[in-house]
């Protein structure tokens, strides 16, 4: 019988959360741990880190690391926020190697996607799905029919001449000082950017500034359906522990 309860690791510049997951209720099962990330932040030492993890929580099964870089074919392929060893590294199989169990190596947005599209805001959403987490950047998760196309990057869209996440981040409203009409004025242009280009049935709009989604939901303007995330802080682990138990390395 399959485990149900696997790990999720979600690896930022500052920290590594990791919880236990329930993956048919999609919740974790312990509390959310916040690890501070080690500097430097080179792949031995956040993998044997999240090996340590891995023994405190006596873990079980397929786990599943959610991580700030492009990944294809389970090798990182850039490194935001983290030490530049990690580009060309394949970080999956080398935490498998330290746990003796499966990883499955995912794209941080990409983890949050999963979880909003399994279980989150836009389960049973057909069609094409944009999850944008809004934070430090920009994450993307793109969905056609549930199945995920994967590390999109369109936080670095040229946007009026530079990254678009430079301009409409949750970073740039609060180095700018910006109200929230100021900075919906910003994202308003960006879906549309967005939608112009993709024409989806639906924006989820995750990351840090979703806690506040309340505040400025009214002053949010598309001809697609916007709907905040379901799982916040929690929506990188728990998105890793169920593409753990999909088992599709990306």
């Not at 509390?31 to 030492?45: H, R």
């Not at 090996?51 to 599943?64: C, E, V």
């Not at 947005?109 to 989150?120: F, K, Q």
């Not at 309340?214 to 799982?231: D, G, H, K, M, V």
Request: with cysteine; hydrophobic share 50%; net charge negative.
């Amino acid at each position: 019988m399959a485990d149900t309860v696997l790990l999720g690791l979600d690896v930022g510049g500052s920290s590594i959360k990791s919880a236990l997951v329930d993956i048919e209720q999609g919740r974790a099962v312990t509390p959310l741990q916040t690890t501070p990330t080690p500097v430097p932040s080179t792949p031995a030492a956040v993998l044997q880190l999240c090996a340590q993890i891995d023994r405190q929580l006596k873990a079980r099964g397929a786990a599943g690391l959610a991580f700030p870089a492009v990944v294809r074919h389970g090798v990182a392929r850039t490194a935001a926020n983290v030490d530049h060893a990690w580009i060309g590294f394949s970080g999956g199989a080398e935490l498998s190697r330290l746990l003796g169990r499966p990883v499955v190596f995912i794209n941080d947005a990409d983890a949050a996607g999963v979880a909003e599209i399994t279980l989150g805001a836009a389960r049973g959403v057909a069609g094409l799905v944009i999850l944008l987490t809004f934070g430090t950047g920009i994450g993307s998760a793109v969905f056609l029919d549930g199945k995920l196309l994967p590390s999109t990057e369109l936080g670095h869209m040229e946007f009026h001449g530079v990254d678009a996440e430079r301009i409409a981040s949750a970073h740039a409203r609060t180095v700018e000082h910006l109200d929230w009409p100021s900075w919906c004025a910003r994202v308003n242009d960006y879906l549309a950017r967005l939608h112009a280009l993709f024409w989806p049935d639906l924006f989820v709009i995750g990351g840090s500034i979703s806690e506040d989604f309340e505040q400025y939901r009214a002053l949010l303007q598309s001809p697609t359906e916007i709907r905040r995330a379901t799982f916040g802080a929690e929506a990188g682990v728990v998105g890793a522990a169920l593409a753990a138990a999909n088992g599709e390395q990306l």
